[in-house]
């Protein structure tokens, strides 16, 4: 069983910046593709970037392409999410979420991811 906890959510002014951390424990980090997930209240969730186990494979959709970045540091069991130049249409809970697998990936489909954090609350205002 996988525990993930994210931290690092709050409020910010459009334009600013957050970083959002995210633990992982439970089996080796080095087999987790790793993923951040938005969800706002009443709508889908919305997949927002992802990184794979090595670290060497980041992709991001075009809504927060340019702006977000992922990374990760095995020894440390943890990933981040930098948030530059937010939006309040960013707003929302933001959750880690790790996919175990033997193949090094990233991926978009929510589906895919098995562990989930509890999530952090992200709000832009404007």
């Known amino acids: 069983q996988v525990q993930l906890t994210e931290s690092g959510g709050g409020l910010v002014q459009a334009g600013g910046s957050l970083k959002l951390s995210c633990t992982g424990s439970g089996m080796p980090f080095d087999r987790l593709n790793m993923g951040w997930v938005r969800q706002v209240l009443g709508k889908e969730r919305e997949w927002v970037s992802c990184?794979?186990?090595?670290?060497?494979?980041?992709y991001y959709p075009d809504s927060v392409k340019g702006r977000f970045t992922m990374s990760r540091d095995n020894a440390k069991n943890m990933v981040w999410l930098q948030m530059d130049n937010l939006e309040p249409e960013d707003s929302a809970v933001y959750y880690c979420a790790a996919s175990p697998n033997t193949v090094d990936y990233c991926t978009s489909r929510l589906s895919d991811y098995k562990y989930w954090g509890q999530g952090t609350q992200v709000t832009v205002s404007s």
């Open positions: 990184i794979s186990q090595s670290g060497i494979k980041t």
